[in-house]
């Protein structure tokens, strides 16, 4: 049964927290919480810089609350934590924004509470990372005074056909009554269903394998790539005429980057590795995919050199920074690792990108806010913004010099339109 006046707060209004705060104030009385002075501001005022929610849907919003004050959340008796969980610079996870959360939720948890976590973790994170920090600063015991939950965020930034409500939800609770519960809970807002785990280690080891499974995927194709550009063979033609047997995956070469693909798998390895196993075929294709900027960084200056365009000081354009089409993600996006592996060869590196804007932490790019026509030696399309192709390769063609490089990493134009492709 859901709990009879249930109020609900959401800790952390990202890309994950947000979407999530507005469609569940449709049923229930919502209090969206931040740490972010600027973002709860902006909320409030129904501006949402993710561009996941448009104003007029925040505005809408009647039972839901933005807040940074967490005495606004003791009046809730269901906390969702959906705060990031990164990794660092030595790619071991980082659990300050989790730790954090749960601390502050610890404070203010009552008896019969429940606590839900989307975070992504590694399996048995939750119960051993989580749960000892709400009891200690609870003074309450779990699965007696308070019960949690899991169940794993699947947002998919920019893409408005998958969201919160028609993706079928993994669900998994601290015991049966808890797991029923969380499991109704979700299923009353998620058109799409609900797939309740038998155990919050089983939904959390099922979250890092979606992405870790297609992280495996591209890193294969990623390598067949480097050996057809040895063998003088287009990667895209190759992967079409594949693609007509009716069980090939269409799966295509790249940066791989993101909050989800390019983290998970290290979260697995991680654990696994603290366990006694040292995972082979993971972190070999997460390596993999690590130094691709390297490849396509070498790739550029081989053809730069073959069209007798000095390398120092040449000037290229990398059009698109974010970490996928269509949204102004930028988190983990691996543009900035081959911004870095240009820039140690002397070359003067731009970046545009209509999708994000100074206010977002570009470190070391060098954002422009309009190319100019003739201006650049090279051209590298980084990322298949819509507004890229709806440019048109002539449009494009306009920026560079005469003697120039097209280097297409995404196929956004057929083949005989640029000059290099992965």
Excluded at 107 to 135: F, H, M, Q, R, W
Excluded at 304 to 316: F, G, L, V
Excluded at 355 to 375: A, F, S, T
Aim: with cysteine.
């Amino acid at each position: 049964m859901i709990k009879k006046k249930l109020e609900i707060s959401i800790v952390g209004l990202g890309y994950v927290g947000l979407p999530l705060a507005v469609s569940f104030s449709k049923y229930y009385k919502v209090f969206g919480f931040d740490l972010n002075k600027y973002r709860i501001n902006n909320l409030q005022k129904g501006y949402d810089e993710t561009l996941e929610v448009n104003k007029a849907t925040i505005i809408k919003s009647k039972n839901l609350t933005f807040t940074k004050n967490l005495k606004d959340l003791k009046k809730c008796n269901c906390h969702i934590v959906t705060v990031p969980t990164p990794i660092d610079r030595f790619n071991k996870p980082d659990f300050r924004n989790l730790i954090s959360a749960s601390r502050m939720i610890g404070k203010i948890l009552k008896k019969n509470d429940t606590i839900i976590y989307e975070s992504t973790v590694y399996p048995g994170a939750t119960e051993e990372i989580c749960v000892p920090i709400l009891e200690k600063n609870s003074n309450l015991k779990f699965n007696v005074d308070f019960f949690v939950g899991y169940s794993p965020e699947r947002m998919n930034p920019g893409d408005k056909k998958h969201n919160v409500e028609n993706i079928i939800k993994v669900t998994s609770g601290s015991n049966e009554v808890t797991a029923n519960f969380v499991n109704k809970l979700y299923r009353s807002i998620v058109k799409a269903g609900t797939y309740k785990a038998s155990s919050i280690k089983v939904a959390e080891a099922a979250k890092v394998i979606e992405n870790t499974q297609r992280d495996i995927n591209i890193s294969l194709i990623n390598e067949l790539s480097l050996i057809f550009n040895k063998l003088n063979i287009d990667t895209e033609e190759v992967l079409r005429a594949a693609g007509t047997k009716w069980n090939f995956l269409p799966f295509r070469p790249g940066l791989v980057g993101g909050h989800c693909i390019g983290v998970d798998p290290y979260y697995l390895t991680y654990k696994s590795k603290k366990l006694g196993y040292n995972p082979k075929i993971i972190l070999a294709g997460r390596n993999l995919n690590d130094n691709m900027s390297t490849h396509i960084a070498n790739k550029l200056f081989l053809k730069m050199r073959e069209k007798k365009i000095k390398i120092a000081n040449s000037k290229i354009l990398i059009m698109g920074v974010t970490f996928k089409e269509n949204c102004p993600d930028i988190r983990n996006s691996k543009v900035f690792d081959l911004v870095k592996q240009l820039k140690r060869s002397k070359v003067k590196v731009y970046v545009y990108d209509p999708w994000v804007n100074e206010n977002q932490k570009l470190k070391g790019i060098n954002l422009i806010k309009k190319p100019k026509k003739k201006d650049f030696d090279c051209i590298i399309l980084a990322v298949s913004h819509s507004i890229f192709k709806k440019m048109g390769i002539k449009k494009i063609n306009y920026l560079t010099k005469k003697n120039h490089i097209i280097y297409d990493l995404k196929y956004i134009f057929s083949e005989n339109l640029s000059d290099l492709r992965l």
